[in-house]
């Protein structure tokens, strides 16, 4: 772990552990254990953390500071990319750690279809999404990264879809991204579902509209907003 800052980790007694003030639980402690490749005391952080906010709040929070330190220590060479790709690939792994416990119910919630546009490699937004919906009753059926838009378009129209979320990091996946949202339209079927986009390739207005999505999110609170006025009436 860098020791260029002061960090504090978290009591290894699950009593002792409860006494900890969310407040406590910095970017800079989650930047650490997840450039550690620590998934378990990761998990803990968030969980923590989950224990005080709302899972949209603690995502765009904490853990969105957090990777942008990996992010920002990646790029001054402070961390090299092995780090970085270790603090991505443990972060997915403590996501898996902190699944919302949902009952039965949610298995008959409208149904969000999440997919990263063809060629795109990086799922921590979908991953995290797909709990906060999941969370708010969604049926959410995660599709990956590097979806081909056929492949998107044809899974649409098997399925009886409420809402499509797309997303994608880099500028050179726009075209991508806007196949996707068209073979969503071509199997809509006169449904009318609404499309939302996400990630750095759509994060102005110009470029949004280029990709002739209906929303877009440049957070979970956002993307939580827009499936929540979009949610079928019935069903």
Known sequence: ???DLPITLP????????????????PELLAGLL??????????????????????VVFDGLLRDAMA???????????SVAEEHLASRTLLRALERIRPVLGPEHRIGPVAVLAGASGEQHMIGLACL?????????????????VPAADLGAFVGRNDVALVALSALDQSR????????????SADAGRGIPVLVGGQVAADDATFEATG??????????????????????G
Request: glycine fraction near 6%; hydrophobic fraction near 50%; avoid cysteine.
């Open 1 to 3: 772990m860098s020791d």
């Open 174 to 185: 726009l075209p991508a991204l806007a196949d996707a949202v068209k073979a969503v339209r």
């Open 35 to 56: 450039a550690d490749g620590d998934d378990e005391l990761a998990a803990w952080t968030l969980r923590h953390a989950l224990d005080e906010s709302p899972r949209a």
């Open 213 to 234: 999505a209906d929303g877009l999110a440049r957070s979970m609170a956002d993307a939580l907003a827009f499936a929540e006025a979009a949610r079928p009436t019935s």
């Open 69 to 79: 330190l990996v992010g920002e220590r990646w790029r001054t060479g402070q961390w």
């Open 11 to 26: 009591p290894v007694g699950h009593e002792a552990a409860a006494d900890v003030p969310a407040t406590s639980l910095s």
């Open 130 to 146: 797909e709990q906060v919906l999941a969370e708010a009753g969604w049926s959410v059926a995660n599709l990956g990264a590097d």
